[in-house]
């Protein structure tokens, strides 16, 4: 069996993914056998609404997750639009340290597509997927049983001779399939040659029992189940996907498929860092090892968090702003006397530094840069000078910028590359018994257009007066702020869902003042129109939501 899909990272276990098939005396398989983690931040989590990544913005997120340790990034589906097929494909060349994988229908021009698009990668993956339920073969493929046989056969095998040694195959909606068929189907797969077989709970309809049971059967019913990875892929339509996926892993599933903040289609996908910190808090029970590492958590969290504009709920596990914060006078106190009555993991164990006061206004380019570089931000010529202006103009405004500060600044000059409005001024006139006036400017490759707007609010007249400026009548469908980081001199972030033409799109920015991020994240949303609209669609319409 050959082990393509392992890199040498973190813990100290590698390489990881394919297990012996024994069992222990309860019956359980793989013990001790590292996990893949197969990371799909950048495809399914990418598919959340409102996401909208730019290719600049996917490399640096593939790189934290090497940094991370992830064993298999997921980057993209490349024949949903030229741009996905840009974006992996520059993953592909440029990203060292995992394997890099590209997804496809089970048809011979999205293969081919895909392997164009990661054939230059270190190692690379090629994931085919097919549905199995009869409500998809009835409802949407409208394809035979037996059609789904010839297309597994002949797919993965086309698979396998475009990229020999790493074949991924799912069964799409594993979990509403009937069981004979499903085995059928992924025995053929194996047959084929697939390496890894991966089972979703594609509507995230599974309970942990039941997915567990379908990981026994399968491993007893389908012939060399045991001699390839068995992966699970877990939504969260029922706030289940986590306790699926381990539910599966505890039952001898070599690789788990996750995102980062649990990003995904609808509720989402197993958020990466609630698995990874189970398997290392409760390796007692669990007893599989895994390469992540684990300080590298929070970095990966913020970023994904500040390029797709989705925050983090402050209860999430893991990350979430409360996750280690007691609020409570008894646990206060239990704390202070002995950190373990109420704390299972500490927040360094994720990478969260105890104090991370960095810089102010008299620090230079170079202490910018190397304070950049000690957070895995690597930025030279004429991006480094672009931060620095963006540094330099928050350190005036604000006593001390902090790494939190740093990132989304960073995140900020990422999302206005390719832009083509950019908002040169706003001036607004707001109080209370007033009516509130906004005047803006807004540039369109070099030329200069105004707009003005009255209206009852101050954030209104803004949004109102751009619209003017733009010649675009965008509905606000969502509006957020929230401070990057305490006190009343923070940061703040505003993200915005504008609708234009039925569509919607998201935009985001952050400035010292929030009535300026509230128009440059409406100026964001209308760029996000714009590329649209001059690219004809070709970025795909999922990418806009
Ligand atoms: O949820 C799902 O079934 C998927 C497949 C494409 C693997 O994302
Ligand atoms: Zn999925």
């Keep these: 069996m050959s082990t393509s899909n392992a890199s040498a990272h973190g813990n100290g276990c590698d390489p990881p993914g394919h297990g012996t098939g024994g069992r222990d005396t309860a019956g359980r398989r793989n013990i001790g056998v590292p996990v893949v983690f197969f990371d799909t931040t950048l495809r399914d989590g990418e598919q959340s609404p409102g996401s909208s990544l730019n290719a600049p913005e996917k490399l640096e997120i593939a790189h934290q997750l090497v940094r991370l340790g992830v064993d298999v990034i997921e980057a993209g589906f490349p024949a949903s639009s030229p741009g996905d097929f840009a974006a992996v494909h520059a993953i592909a060349r440029e990203v060292k340290g995992a394997v890099i994988c590209g997804l496809a229908r089970c048809t011979e021009s999205d293969i081919r597509t895909c392997w164009d698009a990661i054939k230059d990668a270190e190692r690379p993956r090629i994931h085919t997927f097919v549905s199995t339920s009869d409500i998809h073969l009835e409802h949407q493929m409208r394809v035979s049983r037996a059609e789904v046989l010839r297309l597994t056969r002949e797919m993965v095998t086309f698979c396998v001779s475009l990229c020999p040694g790493d074949v991924e195959f799912s069964a799409m909606d594993a979990t509403r399939s009937d069981l004979g068929f499903l085995s059928e189907v992924l025995a053929i797969a194996v047959e084929a040659g697939a390496t890894t077989i991966n089972v979703p709970d594609t509507v995230g309809y599974a309970t942990p029992t039941e997915y567990a049971s379908l990981m026994d059967q399968l491993y007893d019913r389908v012939l060399g189940l045991d001699r390839v990875v068995l992966s699970a892929h877990c939504h969260n339509d029922l706030g289940l996907a986590v306790g699926n996926s381990l539910a599966a892993v505890e039952r001898g599933a070599t690789q788990v498929e996750v995102a980062i903040n649990g990003l995904g289609e609808r509720a989402g996908n197993a958020a990466l860092e609630e698995i990874a910190m189970a398997l290392v808090t409760r390796k007692d029970i669990l007893q599989r090892p895994c390469n992540i590492v684990t300080t590298e958590i929070a970095r990966a969290s913020r970023m994904v968090s500040n390029f797709t504009g989705h925050l983090i709920q402050a209860n999430k596990a893991i990350v979430g702003k409360n996750a280690f914060a007691h609020e409570s006078g008894i646990h206060q106190d239990g704390v202070l006397k002995e950190r373990t009555t109420y704390e299972i993991m500490r927040a360094r164990d994720i990478g969260l530094a105890d104090s991370d006061i960095v810089l102010g206004k008299h620090s230079g380019r170079h202490a910018l840069r190397s304070h950049l570089a000690e957070v895995g931000i690597h930025l ?36 206005e590359r390719g832009d083509v ?20 400017s807004v540039s369109k490759q070099g030329q200069e257009k105004a707009g003005k707007a009255f209206s009852g609010g101050s954030v209104e007249s803004i949004f109102l007066a751009i619209d003017d400026a733009v010649g675009v009548k965008g509905k606000l469908m969502d509006y957020q702020v929230r401070s990057i980081t305490s006190g009343k001199d923070s940061l703040g972030e505003v993200r915005v869902v504008v609708e234009v033409d039925g569509k919607r799109f998201a935009g985001q920015a ?26 004809g669609g070709a970025r795909g319409d999922r990418v806009y939501l």
């Design 380 to 415: 030279d010529g004429k991006e480094l000078d672009e931060v620095f202006r963006r540094f330099k103009e928050t350190a005036d405004r604000k006593k001390t910028v902090t790494t939190a500060d740093l990132e989304a600044l960073v995140g900020e000059e990422m999302r």
């Design 421 to 440: 409005y950019s908002l040169e001024h706003v001036y607004v006139s707001a109080g209370t018994d007033i009516i509130s006036s906004s005047q803006v």
């Design 510 to 535: 952050v400035s010292i003042d929030v009535l300026e991020a509230s128009a440059k994240a409406y100026v964001r949303a209308l760029n996000n129109v714009a590329m649209k609209r001059e690219a």
